[in-house]
C-alpha cells in the first residue's frame, strides 16, 4: 500500500509544472541507537546505522511529501559472559512516507515500513561445547512512526534532523523505540 501511494504521488508530481521545479532529492547518513531490553527491566542502546534517501514532493505552500528508502545494518552486542555469546547482525531496508514543512527549523512526521534479514550465531568457547544448532537466519518485518525536527544548513542544503522513532518488529518485542539524527544533503 506504501509504495502504490508513493508511485502516485511521485507521478501526481511529475505531471505538475511547479512540482516538476520543486522536486528535491536528498541523502545522508543516520546513526541510530535501538532502546533494547535485552538486561530484563535494563535498556541497551544498541548502535546501528542507517543510509536514507528521499524524494520530496511538493503538496501545497512549505508543506511537502517525503518519500524515502532506508537501508540499515547494526551489529553491537550486550556485554557477555565469555563462555557463550550470542551475535545478531540485522540488515534492513524499507520505505518512508511522511510530510515536512519547509521553515526555519524543519518538523516532520513520517510512516515507514520494511524488513530485517538477521543473522544470529552463537560462538562458545573451549570450556563449552556447541554443535551450531542455534545459529539460524531470520527475516522479520517491522513497521514504524517517526517525528524529527531537522535544522537546516548551508542554506537547507544539508539537513540535521535528530528524530525519535516508535517500532514494532514483528517477533522480538525488545525493541519498541528508537533515537538519533540523520545528516541529509540535498543533490538534486
Same mark, same amino acid.
Given at each position: 500500500?506504501?509504495?502504490?501511494?508513493?508511485?502516485?504521488?511521485?507521478?501526481?508530481?511529475?505531471?505538475?509544472?511547479?512540482?516538476?521545479?520543486?522536486?528535491?532529492?536528498?541523502?545522508?547518513?543516520?546513526?541510530?541507537?535501538?532502546?533494547?531490553?535485552?538486561?530484563?527491566?535494563?535498556?541497551?542502546?544498541?548502535?546501528?546505522?542507517?543510509?536514507?534517501?528521499?524524494?520530496? %514532493?511538493? #503538496?501545497?505552500? /512549505?508543506? +511537502?511529501?517525503?518519500?524515502?528508502?532506508?537501508? $540499515? =545494518?547494526?551489529?553491537?552486542?550486550?556485554?557477555?559472559?565469555?563462555?557463550?555469546?550470542?551475535?545478531?547482525?540485522?540488515?534492513?531496508?524499507?520505505?518512508? %512516507?511522511? #510530510?515536512?514543512? /519547509?521553515? +526555519?527549523?524543519?518538523?516532520?512526521?513520517?510512516? $515507514? =515500513?520494511?524488513?530485517?534479514?538477521?543473522?544470529?550465531?552463537?560462538?562458545?568457547?573451549?570450556?563449552?561445547?556447541?554443535?551450531?544448532?542455534?545459529?539460524?537466519?531470520?527475516?522479520?518485518?517491522?513497521?514504524?512512526?517517526?517525528?524529527?525536527?531537522?535544522?537546516?544548513?548551508?542554506?537547507?542544503?544539508?539537513?540535521?534532523?535528530?528524530?525519535?522513532?516508535?517500532?514494532?518488529?514483528?517477533?522480538?518485542?525488545?525493541?519498541?523505540?528508537?533515537?538519533?539524527?540523520?545528516?541529509?544533503?540535498?543533490?538534486?
Amino acid at each position: 500500500m506504501i509504495t502504490k501511494l508513493s508511485v502516485l504521488l511521485v507521478i501526481f508530481a511529475t505531471y505538475t509544472s511547479r512540482a516538476r521545479a520543486d522536486i528535491s532529492v536528498a541523502s545522508g547518513l543516520a546513526p541510530t541507537w535501538n532502546i533494547r531490553q535485552d538486561y530484563g527491566k535494563q535498556n541497551f542502546l544498541r548502535l546501528g546505522y542507517e543510509l536514507p534517501t528521499y524524494v520530496y %514532493l511538493p #503538496v501545497i505552500a /512549505d508543506l +511537502y511529501a517525503r518519500t524515502g528508502l532506508r537501508l $540499515g =545494518y547494526s551489529n553491537a552486542q550486550p556485554e557477555m559472559p565469555g563462555g557463550v555469546k550470542f551475535t545478531e547482525t540485522d540488515m534492513s531496508y524499507g520505505l518512508d %512516507l511522511g #510530510v515536512v514543512y /519547509d521553515w +526555519y527549523i524543519v518538523p516532520s512526521m513520517s510512516f $515507514g =515500513y520494511g524488513t530485517i534479514n538477521r543473522t544470529i550465531k552463537v560462538k562458545t568457547s573451549s570450556r563449552i561445547d556447541s554443535d551450531g544448532t542455534l545459529n539460524r537466519k531470520e527475516r522479520l518485518k517491522y513497521w514504524s512512526m517517526q517525528i524529527g525536527a531537522g535544522i537546516p544548513v548551508l542554506k537547507g542544503w544539508f539537513l540535521f534532523e535528530p528524530f525519535y522513532r516508535h517500532q514494532s518488529i514483528k517477533a522480538d518485542k525488545r525493541t519498541t523505540s528508537a533515537v538519533g539524527f540523520e545528516i541529509t544533503v540535498q543533490y538534486l
